[in-house]
């Protein structure tokens, strides 16, 4: 892979692998204002920058393609490795299929029928094209969706830069309709349902700052723009969230508005007018598109570097003249088909997301603990400042948040999503594959090694650790 990604179009992949603008933010926003504007202070704080310090960390240090796949394997050797690989590619499968999801959410604006509760297939076949514009656009390589996602970054921006603008004028001119925090949990909802909807969702919305990292072999400064690019994004995110939020919360009266999928749409057009609802929403369908091919474009790179070590088919290393790994992109393209097509409600997979994401993450935190013990003087550009103290303490908040996501969305109903199964159960399951695969892909390797050395280097080959 040629090293040709400049520091911004690092920073517009990170902004859509975690953030992609305020669209996802609704139903956080619909269990409370006070609750909502509380999370979206304290999320950050405890979830946020523990997690992009320690990918800064280890980024700038192993900068190579796979990212936290190269981390696990340096760190707990070719098991963990395997395991991170395979439940980050597992991962995908549940969470890339809610793009073009949320696409169809915000056409649904102009065009009803591909709404949640129109025509099925009309909605099927929308997100389909979507799945296959993008895989084959990213065809084209890193360079060219970076340029894309630098562009799209500040369109997407723009509308929410529009309506805070706007909403701060009519509030210093006319008055703010109430205060933006009051009251603090919706209806008549109790604070731990209010918090078992409301968690999940708001460490989803800042799940991501790792997803960068399987493409540093392709940033042209890795050790210098990594960590610079994640600072920039974790600003841009934290004001793109906050500040439409507030602004919507205290002009629009609860009763003017209900926080579910695509409502930015109709705050915009209160706030603003026909015109910013439609130029608002037309962005949503854009950010939907910035997100599922980021995500797209990183996500690929993993099957890509198994295929390297030999864990998977090495068909999946091919790669065009671009540099893009072309056989790993059809074929994730192919599954994230089926899944979408499968699955009439995506969201009954997206209750095991935070918790795969979870088992995930842990890899990373524990590699990064490992890493600090085992080889204390590895180089590292950028180091998390302290001693073992804050490196411990910057991973025990991330699992803490997401053991407090996973709690609370168990005791939900499982016909909403919650439940023991759902939450933990399906996603139990789904990473079980991979310790169960990993004797059938170490046996594939090293079948493949031998294959493919001469008969003199078999004579003294010995598996590889």
Known sequence: MKRSLPLMAIVSI???????????????????????????????????????????ELGSAIPEEGGYYAWSKRALGPFGSFCQGWWAWLYTFVDIGLYPMMFCDYLAYFVPDVGEDGNFWLRRGAMLVIIWSFVLLNLYGSVTLGKLAHGATWLVLSPFVILVLIGVWRGCTSGFAQSPVTPFVSGEASIESALAAAIPLVLWNFMGWDSVSPIAGEMQHPQRDYPRALLIAALVIAACYALPALVAMALLDPEQITWTPGAWSNAAKQIGGEWLGSYLSAMGML???????????????????????????????????????????????????????????????????????????????LSFLVLRRREPNLARPFRVPGGWGIAVMLCVLPVLCIGAGVYYR?????????????????????????????????????????????PGERQGFSPPS
């Open 14 to 56: 990170i902004f859509f692998n975690v953030c992609g603008g305020a669209y996802a933010l609704e139903e956080v926003l619909a269990v409370g204002p006070g609750l909502a504007v509380l999370l979206l202070m304290i999320t950050p704080l405890v979830w946020g920058a523990p997690v992009a310090l320690v990918c800064a």
């Open 410 to 454: 168990v005791q939900e109903p499982a016909e909403e999503g919650g439940g023991l199964w759902n939450v933990v159960g399906l996603a139990l399951a789904i990473m079980a594959s991979g310790p169960l695969l990993y004797p059938i892909a170490a046996w594939w390797r090293v079948k493949t090694c031998r294959s493919e050395s001469t």
């Open 287 to 365: 950010s939907a598109i910035g997100l599922y091919s980021a995500l797209v474009l990183v996500y690929s790179r993993v099957p890509f570097v198994m295929g390297v070590d030999g864990y998977l088919p090495k068909v999946l290393m091919k790669t065009n003249r671009r540099d893009a790994p072309w056989v790993s992109l059809i074929v994730s393209g192919v599954v994230y088909s089926i899944v979408v097509c499968s699955f009439r409600d995506l969201e009954e997979l997206a209750s095991a997301d935070v918790t795969i994401y979870g088992a995930m993450l842990s890899l990373e935190l």
